[in-house]
């Protein structure tokens, strides 16, 4: 009688967790990918924020690198030591490293990093083909 007890309560158990398995295993988009990020509408801002106070004609940035952020034009031409963006490439592009604390200088120069939110959709950016849209 014991041994029917646990072998039924083993099997009620097993039904449990057969039928919330089942229940998981359709979940293939989970972690589907958020829409494309926009330049305009999530890059720009963060630029605006907190780089183009140095980094515009005159500033303290732009004179030191060349690094013009006021427009896509301008980040997308670089420095005058290369390239910020390589589309497609987070982990290569300056821009990244930069914000991300990956090079000898990080910035915002002289300030607090950019929280992880605003460097994650940077990356993410990038990785997308850092679109001009």
């Not at 998981?24 to 963060?46: G, K």
Request: hydrophobic share 40%.
């Amino acid at each position: 009688m014991k041994r029917l007890s646990i072998t039924l309560a083993g099997m009620v158990a097993g039904g449990f967790v057969i039928a919330g398995a089942a229940s998981l295993a359709p979940i293939r988009h989970a972690c589907a990918a958020q829409p494309q990020l926009s330049y305009s509408e999530d890059i720009a801002p963060i630029l605006r924020g907190w780089c183009v106070s140095c980094h515009q004609p005159g500033g303290e940035g732009y004179n030191a690198s060349g690094l013009d952020l006021t427009t896509y034009e301008g980040m997308m031409k670089g420095t005058k030591y290369g390239p910020m963006v390589i589309a497609g490439k987070p982990d290569v592009s300056n821009l990244f490293r930069l914000v991300n604390g990956d090079a000898k200088i990080q910035m915002p120069f002289q300030h607090r990093p950019l929280p992880n939110c605003l460097r994650q959709n940077i990356w993410s950016w990038i990785f997308e083909g850092a679109k001009n849209n």
